[in-house]
T-cell receptor, first 113, second 116 residues
Framework: QQQVKQSPQSLIVQKGGISIINCAYE??????FPWYQQFPGKGPALLIA?????SEKKEGRFTISFNKSAKQFSLHIMDSQPGDSATYFC????????????FGGGTRLMVKP | DTAVSQTPKYLVTQMGNDKSIKCEQN?????MYWYKQDSKKFLKIMFS???????INETVPNRFSPKSPDKAHLNLHINSLELGDSAVYFC???????????????FGEGSWLTVV
């Protein structure tokens, strides 16, 4: 049973456009929702994260929108750049459960110049 | 000064062999993990150790045995390797104390295991 579902699997965006990646979760005990960015040949690295007590978090060009009632959250990348081309993973964890991350299936983003 | 380092980066071995992947973190974290990334890039937790004690063991075959000699090291030993074990294995660490510290998990660069 996949507890965190991510879509789309792949995304192509023109430079300067907005990239949007969506995730939905099932376990209402999740209390931490990070997004990780992975470049080819590298390990995932934390990009931005949110807790369910806020509906939006913005860091530079990256914004997480969180809808607790719908059990959904999304990543918006404004003014997408070719350097943003990577695989993005949403994830969720429960703080008192060993900080174990449950990942979505990943979205391969390509930003065309 | 890599925060989470794992060796080897690439490993090609035959079915039935036993191999180990080593991991070290210099972040002073109390929790370390092994994640497996399959050919479709799906990431899944395998083990979690907190202060050298196993706290999470997801459904992983007994052929996989993690060993933590101290809280800065978490090695992964795999016995009787099978073709299906081919994947990228990521070591990671985090500080799991207190909500305010956040739950950032830092990953190593991965170890590419190919079983032939």
């Amino acid at each position: 049973q996949q507890q965190v579902k991510q879509s789309p699997q792949s995304l192509i965006v023109q430079k300067g456009g907005i990239s949007i990646i969506n995730c939905a979760y099932e376990n209402t005990a999740f209390d931490y929702f990070p997004w990780y960015q992975q470049f080819p040949g590298k390990g995932p690295a934390l990009l931005i994260a949110i807790r369910p007590d806020v509906s939006e978090k913005k860091e530079g060009r990256f914004t997480i929108s969180f809808n607790k009632s719908a059990k959904q959250f999304s990543l918006h990348i404004m003014d997408s750049q070719p350097g943003d081309s990577a695989t993005y993973f949403c994830a969720a964890s429960i703080h008192n459960a060993g900080n174990m991350l449950t990942f979505g299936g990943g979205t391969r983003l390509m930003v065309k110049p | 000064d890599t925060a989470v380092s794992q060796t080897p980066k690439y490993l090609v071995t035959q079915m039935g062999n036993d191999k180990s992947i080593k991991c070290e973190q210099n972040l002073g974290h109390d929790t370390m993990y092994w994640y497996k990334q399959d050919s479709k890039k799906f990431l899944k937790i395998m083990f979690s150790y907190n202060n050298k004690e196993l706290i999470i063991n997801e459904t992983v075959p007994n052929r996989f045995s993690p060993k933590s000699p101290d809280k800065a090291h978490l090695n992964l030993h795999i016995n009787s390797l099978e073709l299906g074990d081919s994947a990228v294995y990521f070591c990671a660490s985090s500080q799991v104390t207190g909500r305010s510290s956040g739950n950032t998990i830092y990953f190593g660069e991965g170890s590419w295991l190919t079983v032939v």
